[in-house]
């Protein structure tokens, strides 16, 4: 039995599943706390399913709480961003590119030091120990705590993010730091900006996930507790303290493999209608079609590998024009219960266009009773037509595909769809997200410095593919369900000129959980 | 016309097509060639026909490994302290620049140098695309000598070059690009206005900017791309185009050589019944082979655009996983010439085989 929770900014959802059946659901508000909505949900399924809390022996959870931070520029810590790489770069400081109002929001300060590596292995600066000192004091006049450090060539010579660390612990022994490295990959910009995104969050990851596990403590939930990441795998909960932008695209990717899970569908376009948003994405063989090209988070250019998802401002809270030919992008949010004209508010909402035509059957639909038909038609109209627009801009070719419907707006949707061979509403597709959370899958990642003169790199690869897999197998996965998701190789010429460091990261089913998963899982991400 | 902000998404979309994977990313140049603009106003970008013949014209642009300088970022500063270090070095000004290759970030350098100093840029450059080596250049294929010249690095040393040929030009400057950390800035190629227009691929600045209107507001599935990409070719200098491939990236192996990105691609059909293709690198995508035979080889285009949203991958940004399709588009006829073939064929590239151009692979 596993218990799957999706804290999503409007909603907390909950499932039990047992292997592929969902033997109960629930859908709450998310609370201010966090943690009553949590518990309410738990009390809904364990009194629903009257399974006790002792059968249960994991607990998944995806959250989109650390994008919508990210997204709506609240919850962010104040941040420095310490550069490492002068005097290159030089005028092209962090954050250049940045919107902005997110970069207020962050009230952030940067500093850009000589010093980091060229490919080859030769210095590219020194370090001015001056320069250090001259930034540590005006970190500790500004009082930052939270330090994102990106160095030129870290993935290849990680050496100055540790030794800048260092140095600013001694002298801020409570700071919370983020090396750029520990994002991966080359790319200076976007690993930089990966980890100020980190760093800005880590104050709210502290709290968030404490919430996460008070709640389950509560509750009497004693088992493992694992938090899905971008690409449908698990971290344990604490590593997410340190690393909550791993969360980032957890939350489509999560309703993708539960629209999957609960149609059985492998290709299908999948709508998720929440409250302001509708996220449209691909389920190729069963998983999320990923994006091939850079990935912006909350407008900020990141290295993530994510699920290839178009969100469009369109969900049960969306903001109608009086005649009905404008939906969105703006939406009343969580405040759908006081602002929508059904629950006594002013605004028209997309919600009230669906009660007024009949639809459904939510608040006081006396208060919409004076709007036109043609309002209604035209609004109808309207939404179908946004839908069917950007749902032919994800299909893959001119081909008509299923749709699957998910989340709470998917009842917006009541006439058919032009652009879908047909339209699917599965049974608990309000709670999609969740029990994608539920199946979430187990990764495993391998690295290993090889040289290519003394093992071919196909063997290399074979064999560092073989380690990831091993380690994938112990943190639980099914052997005969593993796939190659990622080969990087990063050249590291300084060594021998054909030294290269091989990272695989596999993925596969859960099968069973070993009693020591939780270690092996800290281990697998690390 | 002039260069304005408006302007820079397109042309740098355009310039990644052209630039065949190479010509490195271009947008950090873009970001400090918005900076420029903002600072001291639009460019100015003429014909090579509105040059006087006696006008004094030099080259300017980037030399070294593009995986470089994903890491090795640029300073505002290094196009115009580039321009500067060769005046100084020749004792004169000139009149006006150059682009090298209008694939990639140097379709951007040459016009964050002119801002500053209010010049103007050429309306082409020397490639129509991205090629590894100067002696590839038109100008120098038409006779123009790559020195005098100068190099920058990223800490501001400069070198001056008097080379005897462009091929010892290239190994010397390659090999300072080396030492400077993979990646440096060069002014090269002075010539006058007539050797310009003698040389010069015309028109692909603002061909570039067109390619990526195209891009941008055809953005979706490169098979429904591909004709309105026909549209814009066969109206052009360059004339084919065909989609020769799509699937998804199998494997990618490329390492820094002698200050070159060399490697391989290999791309496997989405349902796999197909021969996989396979990509042959040299900063650029050079040679493209289905099992033995030949679908494309340079100095045709060869170009790895991403499937869903036809954005072109730059060969140092191409990953494991990634679906992909591939145009072929024919070079211009400058370098279907004897003369340009000796610099530019297959063999130039260490390939054993002759040119055939993209028209005649059936």
Redesign the interface.
Known sequence: MRIGIDVGGTHTDAVIMQGDNVLASTKALTSADVISGITNALDVILNDSGISQNEIETVMIGTTQFTNAIIERRELAQVAAVRI?L??????PPM??WPQDLKDALDSEYYMLHGGY???G?S??DIDQQEISNMINSMLKSGVKNIAIAS??SPINSAPEEQVANEIRKAIPDAKITLSHSFGR????ERENAAILNTTLLPFADKVVSSFLGALKKRDLHCPVYISQNDGTLMSADFVRSYPALTFASGPTNSLRGAYKLTGLKDAIVVDIGGTTSDIGVLQNGFP?????IIKVGGV?TNFRMP?ILAIGLGGGSIVSDDGTAIGPHSVGHKLVTEALVFGGNTLTTSDILVASGGANIGDKTKVAHISPQTIRQAKKTLHSMLDNNID??K???KSMPVILVGGGAILVTEGLEAASDIHRPEHAGVANAIGAAIAQIGGEAEQMVSYRTLP?EEAIKQVTKDAMQRAIDAGAAADTLR??????T?V?YMDESS?CIRVKVIGELAALPTNTSERIQESTL | MKIEQKHLEDLALGSVFLATGGGGDPYVPRLIAEQAIKQFGAVEVIQPSELGDDAYVVAIGAVGAPTVSLELLPSVEDAANTLAAFEKHVGRTVDAVASFEIGGGNSLIPIVAAAGRGLAVIDGDGMGRALPEAQMMSYAIAGVKPTPSVAYDYAGNVATFSTNSTEVYERHIRSLAMAAGGMITAAEHPMTGRQLKDSIIPGTLSFSIKLGQTLRENRGLATEMLAPLQALFNDSIYGECRLIFTGKVIDKATRIVGGYDIGEATIESFDNNDLPLTVSIKNEYLLARKGEKVVATVPDLIVIVDYETSTPINAERLRYGQRVAVFAVGCPQFYRSEKALKAVSPRCFGFDLDYVALEDIK
Not at chain 1, 186 to 189: E, H, K, Q
Not at chain 1, 289 to 293: F, G, L, P, Q
Not at chain 1, 484 to 489: G, L, N, W
């Open positions: 790489g005097p290159s770069g030089n005028g092209m250049l590119d060229l490919y080859d030769w590219l600066a030129a060539f080359l790319g200076l910009m079609r990923e994006s091939n090209v250019r290839d801009m994800m893959p070719g001119g790199r190659t998701v990622d080969i990087e190789e050249p010429p290269t």
